[in-house]
């Protein structure tokens, strides 16, 4: 009943909005409280609510008990917020006026909260994390329901682990959106005409054939704007990207939640960030313009304006097949996985096919020499080279050593006795300090090893956690080149350990990557699926093979004595070429 002459209070006066829908940047008013939460909610929010497993149990009040003295929510209903009952501060229609009330605390202060109770044991705290079924499981859905299932961790054991793989994922995606961004603000700086050269000449000439250079300055002004304008569209979407990627990071090391908590919200921050991935555009052939002209004298059209439209810098380094070895020898398909040339000649060249269990040895006359080995081979490396007779190292990762043989007129067994060692890959001899450095695998890890000839292990000079990592080359200065596929990205180190470059790869279409190369001036050639990419020193990206050219580039190898780049190609049908570029 209302009572005449009583004064409005704050509460009817500041309406409670809904608390989820607030989160999506919509405006609801509020038609109940649900004390579990510690949130108001709307109409609909309030209606099915209670609907999900999730929230069975869940206690909801509705507005007119919210309104009324004795059921008014206060912050004990949820033991999410811990805010003593006399300080919660609730803001009224004058910003600048507080007043103590009890209450859940406002939008602004509201912290995400993550239900960390079971939905069919509600008295049982989730623990687990079932890979098999992708669902965080309690302990007795563990036991019965999920006790055969191969993958099944406890969540604290993961938790490190699966925080460093997402936060990874955030910043392969975080990089690529900076990359697309540096590439549109490039393409607008670097025209090789400018856009004010070209209008000043056009200005001069104006004079002559006056409804000329109308028609053509109205051309040019539609073409460049309609060119900048895109252009700023794409910046602003990739400034939105890595700001939103931005706070994705940051609430996964929010300190104030649980891990429990930081690992539901990283499940979902993860698929977000895939989303994002997906809608991300391609790195290379982001339209760039170029704007020339050629004064000419009498002006009978328009046509000397040239606008060009390019898709991005792609390919700008071509390559000149010089040959194309066909290296079948009455296979049906090879997969090379490494070559090896010595180091001060461009012949022989030797190469690794694995499925046949074989070295195909390539002389300077592209003559063929097969020879037949009797385990699976991975990695080769030449040792020494005194024309015509060297010696070289194989690794047999699945045999867990390393054999040596001496090659010439035939090929046979070193006197070198053969290392024991755990599934070796890659492997390069380092002449200056006369030991191998070789990849060695096991199960998800990989550590960059020293060995002496003799078999001792001289150190480790990386590990690399959680990484896929099986091929290794060496720069003229010696530094170690590896590319990562879980990491997606190459780097250099040296003999110390120390990452001297890291280059984070763009392109997902860049599926391995596998074997990498570097020439004489530091730029990496990189392996993708069925594709070929170069990056410079400084950092920048170019195709030189795409799938359209047909090929499948596995293995690679730099002569920087010819200026010659060796491709093995993998394991797909017809695919029997061996291919040798001029840089």
């Known amino acids: 009943m209302e009572v005449p002459g009583r004064k409005e209070s704050s509460d009817d006066k500041v309406k409670r909005k809904c608390q989820p829908c607030q989160d999506e940047n919509v405006l609801r008013e509020a038609y109940g409280y649900c004390k579990t939460c510690g ?32 059921g008014a929510p206060t912050p004990q209903d949820s033991d999410k917020h811990k805010v003593s009952d006399d300080q919660v501060l ?7 006026k507080c007043k ?60 490190d682990s699966e925080s460093k793989r997402i936060v990874s994922k955030i910043k392969y995606v975080e990089d690529k959106a900076a990359y697309i961004l540096k590439q549109e603000t490039n393409a607008n700086e670097g025209d090789d005409v400018s856009y004010e050269e070209v209008l000043s000449q056009i200005r001069l000439d104006r004079e002559h054939v006056n409804k000329y250079f109308d028609e053509t300055e109205k051309r040019l002004n539609n073409e460049v704007y309609s060119f900048r304008e895109g252009s700023k ?61 050629k004064s000419q004298y009498p002006l009978l059209d328009s046509g000397n304006l040239v606008v060009e439209k390019h898709q991005g810098e792609i390919g700008r380094r071509e390559l000149k097949l010089l040959k194309r070895l066909n290296i079948a020898g009455g296979k049906q398909s090879c997969c090379i996985t490494d070559i090896a040339t010595p180091s001060n000649e461009t012949f022989p060249v ?42 070289i190292a194989i690794t047999c990762p699945f045999d867990d050593r390393i054999s040596f043989l001496t090659i010439g007129e035939n090929i046979s067994v070193s006197k070198r006795s053969s290392i024991t060692l755990k599934c070796p890959t890659g492997i390069r001899y380092h002449k200056s300090e006369n030991v191998m450095i070789v990849i060695v695998r096991e199960n998800r890890n990989a550590s960059i090893q020293c060995w002496s000839l003799n078999g001792d292990l001289v150190r480790t000079i990386v590990i690399v956690t959680g990484n896929y990592i099986e091929n290794i080359n060496l720069t003229n200065d010696d530094q170690i080149i590896f590319a990562s596929r879980s990491k997606h990205c190459i780097q250099s180190c040296d003999m110390s350990g120390n990452i001297l470059r890291y280059f984070p790869y763009m392109d997902d279409s860049m599926q391995g990557p596998f074997g990498t190369a570097a020439d004489q001036n530091q730029s990496v050639y990189v392996c993708g699926l069925r594709c070929l ?6 950092g920048k990206w170019d195709e030189l093979l795409t799938r359209d050219d047909g090929y499948a580039p596995q293995s690679l190898l730099v002569s920087n004595r010819s200026d010659r780049l060796y491709v ?16």
């Not at 990419?533 to 400084?538: A, I, K």
């Open 39 to 70: 949130e108001y909610l709307c109409d609909a929010c309030y209606k099915y609510h209670r609907r999900p497993k999730p929230f069975k149990d869940h206690v909801l009040v509705d507005y007119k008990t919210i309104m009324s003295k004795d």
């Open 90 to 96: 609730q803001q009224g229609e004058n910003n600048d």
């Open 100 to 159: 103590t009330k009890k209450s859940p605390p406002p939008v602004p202060m509201r912290r995400r909260i993550f239900n960390t109770k079971c939905s069919v044991h509600p008295s049982e705290d989730l623990k687990y994390q079932c890979k098999s079924h992708e669902i965080i499981v309690c302990s007795e859905c563990a036991l019965k329901e999920h006790r055969q299932c191969d993958e099944l961790y406890n969540i604290k054991d993961i938790y």
């Open 233 to 293: 569209i794409r910046q602003t979407e990739m400034l939105d990207i890595c700001q939103k990627l931005k706070k994705k990071k940051d609430l996964i090391s929010d300190t104030n939640l649980s891990k429990i908590e930081r690992y539901i919200s990283m499940t979902e921050v993860e698929c977000e960030v895939d989303n994002i991935n997906r809608d991300l555009k391609g790195v290379f052939g982001l339209p760039r313009l170029r704007v020339s002209y």
């Open 350 to 391: 030797i190469l690794v096919d694995v499925p046949n269990q074989r070295l195909i040895i390539i002389s300077d006359e592209y003559s063929l020499i097969y020879h037949q080995l009797e385990w699976i081979p991975w990695g080769i490396t030449f040792i020494s080279y005194d024309m015509p007779n060297g010696e």
């Open 533 to 538: 990419r170069v990056v410079s020193r400084e």
């Open 568 to 583: 093995g190609q993998a394991l797909e049908k017809g695919r029997t070429d061996f291919l040798i570029f001029e840089l």
